[in-house]
């Protein structure tokens, strides 16, 4: 009878045990052009990457010409799309060019509004999906050189934001319309996702060959950029989505290693290549393809699982998806610079950077609406910065008021909901040890230094204790955004009484 019992445990245990290793020991498929690391880079340069908190986008090229309209009617694309907007034909576009002549253009002037608004880090458009290249690339005609302007605006750009101390990434489309070699590929079915080493993007062989010349082309406007412009911490890119650069897999990984080489601390996203089974940002094993995510666009993650724990940026237009510049925002939503605050400190919060769209004129003007967001912005940067820059997510779980930041000892609330009772109730964290609490050693409000009322808000079922910090009136009149920086202290239980007495 013993025995019995004794082989029906020893055979539950040994099945539930071989059941549980085949969920948890999923076999990894042995990549070789997957991710090339697992887990985050650790070295100075990602670390100063992942410091920003706060970036600046900037789309600009001959797009900002027509601005979304011509010959009176206006689209509703994205203004950067104009050349597949049906308003305008292929060859007027490509002409535009030739009008291309930003005279109130100044780098100086742009890198001075971006530094005021507390931006670290700025993107900037060396070549869109049109082709028409911001430098004067000697690989192509279509470019800056071509223009009545003539001169490099990439070498404006670097040198004026460097100037500022804002470092600088090259945004550098794939996708290039203006390439006789350039091809989407034909276009994936599901068919071809399941049988990927199968998959021929290319019609015919002509194709083919034309594609090694826009390869290489590709590969030369890169190494051209990082040499021209040394300065470059980092390459974004973007329309890498196609078939036929998915389908490179091995190539584009090797261009991926020559430029790391060439440059070395080069930062690069997750947008660059697929693995060679086809898939992109997240490789078959899981893990992220380079160094941070790019998938966040236009979408913030709303819990910290969803990052998986990967670095990562979210780029933001200010109206709902215009890029480039847009006669017309009218045609949707405009965020409002509190909106766009609570987004970035948001994405703070969740240890991804925040980055501003900015969509300058034909003439090189950043239009005003954007100006005052720029300086909205910088004039509560230079309040709240240190809840942004330097920051990671908090050890205090998402509380209805707001959002919360942390560095070192320093946790920085940042109130977006202000409580009617003007009194922002905080849900401290509860200590691994049983007979220790955490209390509040210390709250200042980043705008005003004096006032700080802490009571003790009491403590719920679960054992949660909760603390009341009251907002000064002062603070209460302005109406905007504050933060306040809090210092945890923890105490033994016993002491919390008379601990909180002696701050309130
Ligand atoms: O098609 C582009 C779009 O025009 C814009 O450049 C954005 C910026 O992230 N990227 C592409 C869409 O994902």
């Known amino acids: 009878m013993k025995r019995s019992v004794l082989f029906i445990v020893l055979f539950c245990v040994t099945t539930c045990f071989q059941g549980f290793a085949q969920q948890t020991t999923k076999e990894r498929i042995p990549l070789k052009h997957g991710a090339h690391r697992i887990g985050k880079r650790t070295d100075a340069e990602m670390q100063h990457w992942r410091d920003y908190g706060l970036g600046q986008f900037i ?52 890198a001075r509004q971006a530094k005021q608004m507390g931006v670290k880090y700025m993107i900037f458009t060396t070549k869109h999906h049109d082709g028409f290249c911001m430098w004067p690339s000697k690989y192509t005609d279509y470019t800056i050189a071509d223009t009545p302007y003539k001169n490099d605006i990439v070498k404006e750009i670097v040198d004026a934001y460097s100037a500022e101390g804002i470092d600088v990434y090259l945004y550098f489309s794939i996708i290039d319309w203006s390439h006789p070699g350039y091809t989407t590929g034909r276009s994936i079915t599901a068919k071809d996702r399941k049988n990927w080493e199968n998959y021929n993007p290319f019609e015919n062989e002509e194709q083919k060959q034309k594609y090694e010349e826009f390869k290489t082309f590709t590969r030369n406007q890169l190494m051209e950029l990082l040499t021209n412009y040394p300065r470059t911490k980092g390459l974004w890119f973007d329309g890498s989505w196609d078939g036929a650069w998915m389908k490179e897999a091995v190539w584009v990984d090797e261009l991926g290693k020559e430029l790391r080489t060439m440059h070395p601390g080069l930062i690069i996203g997750s947008r660059f290549r697929a693995d060679e089974l086809g898939a992109r940002h997240i490789d078959s094993n899981g893990d992220l393809i380079d160094d941070y995510d790019q998938r966040f666009e236009r979408n913030l993650p709303s819990t910290l699982a969803e990052t998986g724990g990967n670095d990562w940026d979210c780029v933001m237009t200010i109206p709902e998806n215009q890029w480039g510049y847009h006669r017309d925002w009218s045609l949707s939503y405009v965020k409002t610079a509190y909106d766009l605050i609570e987004m970035m400190v948001k994405a703070n919060s969740l240890d991804g950077n925040f980055v501003i769209n900015f969509g300058p004129d034909g003439k090189g003007n950043i239009r005003p609406e954007e100006t005052k967001i720029a300086q909205e912005i910088g004039d509560w940067m230079t309040v709240n910065k240190d809840a942004v820059c330097g920051v990671h997510h908090s050890i205090l779980e998402k509380q209805e008021w707001g959002y919360s930041t942390q560095k070192g000892d320093n946790i920085y609330l940042s109130v977006f909901n202000k ?38 808000g009491g403590r719920d079922k679960s054992g949660s204790y909760y603390y009341d910090i009251a907002i000064p009136e002062d603070i209460q009149k302005q109406n905007i955004p504050f933060v306040i920086l809090i210092k945890l202290k923890e105490v033994n239980k016993g002491e919390k009484a008379s601990y909180q007495q002696a701050l309130t």
């Open 59 to 110: 789309h600009w090229g001959v797009y900002a010409i027509p601005g979304g309209q011509w010959n009176g009617k206006t689209s509703t694309y994205a203004a950067e799309w104009f050349r597949s907007s049906g308003l305008i034909t292929k060859e007027e576009y490509d002409n535009l060019y030739k009008q291309f002549d930003p005279t109130s253009f100044d780098a100086k002037q742009w």
């Open 419 to 456: 409580p009617m009772n003007n009194q922002v109730r905080v849900k401290v964290p509860k200590s691994k040890n049983n007979d220790m609490i955490f209390v509040i050693e210390k709250a200042e409000f980043l705008s005003d230094k004096k006032n700080v009322i802490i009571k003790d």
